[in-house]
């Protein structure tokens, strides 16, 4: 079996799970998303092809569930194959290196995704992440990963990005509070939007002390905004 069907049986995966776990059927997920049952059914079913970015935010929305998630159906991030990690359908990653070493993603705290920014505007992006491992996390960093995650969609000759990641942060690296199991950690960063209309991203990781990755290409952390003047 390639590896568009695993994906596209992930993806079916996914969203019956999500369904239960919400208490949801199809067609509540479809209304919440914006979209129509039977174009939702067609994204299940690998017959609609190329969703527009904003289409799998909204859905991603609906499910509860990360956007990059969904981009990995659709997208190739390099350095991050996509028949690698499974996706988390809680947000929760274990460590790569220490499986009691356990993170979950709790909240965009500002700036939600697709957020409406004027050109040039300078806005702090907060994230609400948790240790629910037994591992105190200590020394660790959040850093900018652009130039390994590049969101792009395969074409006729190659890739073809779909989100620029040129969003300008005040930094390319924040320092995570040490955290103790239980207890959650707000990260946030800086950032400064273009000066043109656009839609724009900046992806970043969790790093240890020594600068390795703590979890697997399915939990990063994410900022998605559209730039958009008066």
Same mark, same amino acid.
């Given at each position: 079996?390639?590896?568009?069907?695993?994906?596209?049986?992930?993806?079916?995966?996914?969203?019956?799970?999500?369904?239960?776990?919400l208490g949801k059927t199809r067609a509540d997920i479809a209304r919440d998303?914006?979209?129509?049952?039977?174009?939702? &059914? =067609?994204? *299940?079913? @690998?017959?609609?092809?190329?969703?527009?970015?904003?289409?799998?935010? !909204?859905? #991603?929305?609906? /499910?509860?569930?990360?956007?990059?998630?969904?981009?990995?159906? &659709? =997208?190739? *991030?390099? @350095?991050?194959?996509?028949?690698?990690?499974?996706?988390?359908?809680? !947000?929760? #990653?274990?460590? /790569?290196?220490?499986?009691?070493?356990?993170?979950?993603?709790?909240?965009?705290?500002?700036?939600?995704?697709?957020?409406?920014?004027?050109?040039?505007?300078?806005?702090?992006?907060?994230?609400?992440?948790?240790?629910?491992?037994?591992?105190?996390?200590?020394?660790?960093?959040?850093?900018?990963?652009?130039?390994?995650?590049?969101?792009?969609?395969?074409?006729?000759?190659?890739?073809?990005?779909?989100?620029?990641?040129?969003?300008?942060?005040?930094?390319?690296?924040?320092?995570?509070?040490?955290?103790?199991?239980?207890?959650?950690?707000?990260?946030?960063?800086?950032?400064?939007?273009?000066?043109?209309?656009?839609?724009?991203?900046?992806?970043?990781?969790?790093?240890?002390?020594?600068?390795?990755?703590?979890?697997?290409?399915?939990?990063?952390?994410?900022?998605?905004?559209?730039?958009?003047?008066?």
């Amino acid at each position: 079996m390639n590896a568009s069907v695993n994906r596209q049986d992930e993806l079916r995966a996914v969203l019956a799970r999500r369904s239960r776990e919400l208490g949801k059927t199809r067609a509540d997920i479809a209304r919440d998303a914006g979209l129509s049952r039977t174009y939702l &059914y =067609a994204l *299940a079913n @690998g017959s609609a092809r190329d969703p527009s970015v904003r289409t799998l935010v !909204n859905l #991603a929305r609906a /499910l509860q569930v990360s956007p990059l998630l969904l981009f990995r159906h &659709y =997208a190739d *991030a390099a @350095g991050a194959p996509m028949s690698g990690a499974p996706l988390l359908p809680t !947000n929760r #990653a274990f460590g /790569l290196h220490d499986p009691e070493d356990v993170a979950v993603f709790n909240a965009d705290l500002t700036m939600p995704d697709h957020a409406l920014v004027l050109p040039g505007e300078a806005f702090r992006k907060v994230w609400e992440v948790q240790n629910v491992g037994n591992v105190p996390w200590r020394g660790r960093r959040l850093v900018r990963v652009d130039d390994d995650y590049v969101l792009a969609r395969r074409a006729e000759g190659g890739l073809r990005a779909v989100l620029s990641p040129s969003l300008a942060s005040l930094h390319r690296e924040i320092a995570i509070p040490d955290t103790l199991p239980g207890q959650p950690a707000q990260i946030g960063v800086d950032f400064s939007a273009p000066s043109e209309t656009c839609t724009v991203a900046s992806v970043w990781r969790i790093e240890d002390a020594q600068g390795h990755p703590c979890y697997g290409p399915a939990f990063l952390c994410h900022v998605i905004v559209t730039v958009m003047a008066r």
